[in-house]
């Protein structure tokens, strides 16, 4: 049966003859599905229920787990059953998936493993939101069919301030899949602390890893391979890629405390901020890191930074060696060196069969376009977005404002950040428009996606972690899946409400847009 837009007249009539509520003219899914059409009847899922599996196996597993872990509902491969749950791979279809809701059949059909899978948390969605009657879970006859806007949809999590932990991420990575985000952004080195062990040298993690932004004597903590390794195949798992940073030329702090013999120096704030510019047994020491970590991470792409390195390089015009490697290589000035270094480093990931990615402030270094990708972070340089864009760059959108969850979410919280005056509230995230930015219809294929960035330097516990990311997360999956034709924030807050309860039951201590007050803002004393 053809699938119309929520706004088809003729889908509207059905919908409202049958006098269901504006909620019930919608599924409850969220990010929004691109194509839906409600049919009279529902399926009952009672324990009785098969599956069945005509390709996919991996997702059917999933699918039995999640059944079984969110909705106590077993979910076993039973000949005879008289009801089913169909996973099928169908060759000739599309990107995404479809799912078709009948009275005694739920057919989930994919062409990929990654349809698959996302058909799957549209279900498991739909359960979440359903009625129980008498034990089973009433799904209403829903036809969908879904693909992403975007294909890079993500969240980056800096560990290096604050360290979280196995368990926690894990349960990131369980919402992000639950919202069909697919890119981990891992933020495990900065001034703080390094956060990933590395074997040709362990003091990365033993030295470099003690402290955080508020304990500098903290004990050193970090992710042994074997955790990093688990934690990959976790993701893989649910369909997200994992992006180690590894932060350089600034932002080295931690690392120069480990091997001081490779810092360029600092500033009287930013101590030991850079790695040497200058000295080839830092490029050569930096290139044995950059091979264990590729080794852990098979995404093929590692982020490099390359930002606020004028933070911490007042020693450079200073150093002897700088100024000889100025003279040699026609450098005109910091920025120049900075470059220089930022490429010679991602020759060495290149060398690796590997992407990289930088922040804005690469924009105007000499990069492949066709092997590097940048982030526009800096909201109030729109510049560097066209800057990006007009270089050829693969570009990455992720501004402070709205998509730094640091930033407070309403007027009176104290502890998070603001940008002159201004924050990231849920609708500031989910009304994310990008069309304002006046993009070239020929640079329109480089905007790869939209990710958000929680920096970690108010938020010292898991209380604040959740308070900052939840609903925030829910939002921005809408932003980067569904069209900007079928977002409507209205719509996306009825939806939200069964996914507070969620929230509620697994004790995370989200923000409540409803209720401000349910969860007072956690208190940040530095």
């Known amino acids: 049966m053809y699938l119309v837009k929520p706004f088809s007249l003729a889908f509207l009539f059905v919908l409202f003859s049958l006098n269901f509520t504006v909620a019930q003219q919608q599924p409850e899914i969220i990010p929004m599905p691109a194509n839906y059409q409600l049919n009279p009847g529902e399926f009952l899922w009672d324990s009785k229920v098969g599956i069945t599996l005509e390709g996919f196996p991996d997702q059917g597993n999933y699918l039995q787990q999640e059944a079984l872990r969110l909705l106590n509902m077993p979910l076993l491969e039973i000949e005879s059953a008289s009801k089913t749950i169909v ?3 169908v060759n000739d279809l599309k990107p995404g998936y ?18 698959a899978f996302y058909g799957v948390i549209s279900l498991i969605q739909l359960a979440h939101a359903a009625k129980e009657k008498h034990g089973e879970i009433a799904l209403p006859n829903w036809e969908i069919q879904d693909s992403p806007r975007y294909a890079w949809r993500g969240i980056m999590l800096d560990e290096s301030r604050y360290f979280f932990g196995m368990e926690k991420v894990k349960q990131l990575l369980d919402h992000m899949a639950y919202y069909k985000l697919n890119t981990f952004h891992w933020h495990l080195t900065d001034a703080p602390g390094w956060r990933i062990e590395i074997k040709s040298f362990p003091n990365l993690a033993t030295v470099g890893g003690i402290g955080n932004q ?6 050193a903590a970090y992710y042994t391979q074997e955790e990093i390794k688990e934690i990959v195949r976790y993701a893989r798992e649910r369909m997200i890629q994992v992006i180690p940073e590894i932060d350089m030329p600034g932002h080295a702090t931690a690392a120069n405390r480990a091997y001081p013999e490779h810092s360029g120096g600092g500033s009287e704030k ?13 490029y050569a020491y930096l290139s044995q890191i950059l091979h264990e970590v590729d080794a852990l991470f098979p995404s093929n792409m590692m982020h490099l930074g390359g930002d606020e390195v004028s933070f911490g390089n007042q020693m450079w015009p200073k150093d002897p060696d700088v ?20 490429e010679r480093m991602a020759d060495t990931l290149f060398r690796l069969n590997n992407k990289v990615l930088a922040w804005d402030e690469m924009a105007t270094a000499n990069l492949p376009r066709d092997k590097t990708i ?4 800096r909201h109030d340089k729109r510049e560097q977005l066209s800057l990006s864009l007009k270089n050829g760059y693969p570009t990455v959108v992720c501004p402070r404002i709205p998509f730094y969850f640091d930033f407070l979410q309403q007027e009176d919280h104290k502890y998070g950040r603001k940008w002159a005056g201004a924050f990231a509230p849920l609708d ?20 790869l996606g939209i990710q958000a960035n929680l920096w970690t330097e108010t938020v010292p516990n898991e209380d604040r972690f959740d308070f900052l990311m939840y609903p925030r997360i829910a939002a921005l999956a809408e932003v980067v899946w569904s069209q900007k034709e079928d977002q409507s924030y209205p719509g996306f807050m009825e939806r939200l409400a069964a996914h507070l309860e ?25």
């Not at 930013?270 to 830092?282: I, L």
């Not at 004790?507 to 409540?512: A, F, G, I, V």
Request: no cysteine.
């Open 214 to 219: 508020s304990e500098p004597n903290a004990p």
């Open 374 to 377: 940048i982030f526009w972070w």
């Open 502 to 526: 969620k929230y509620k039951a697994e004790k995370l201590y989200y923000y409540d847009p409803f209720d401000p007050n349910h969860h007072p803002e956690p208190v940040y004393e530095p």
């Open 270 to 282: 930013y101590p030991d901020f850079t790695f040497h510019p200058a000295k080839e047994t830092t």
């Open 428 to 447: 500031a995230v989910y009304n994310f428009d990008m069309d304002a930015f006046g993009i070239k219809k020929e640079e329109e294929d480089l905007i």
């Open 98 to 115: 479809k799912i078709n809701i009948q009275q005694n059949s739920v057919t989930i059909e994919a062409s990929n493993e990654t349809g």
């Open 87 to 89: 996973i099928k791979k």
């Open 323 to 342: 100024l000889k490697l100025m003279a040699k290589e026609s450098l005109t000035g910091m920025k120049d060196v900075e470059d220089y270094f930022f």
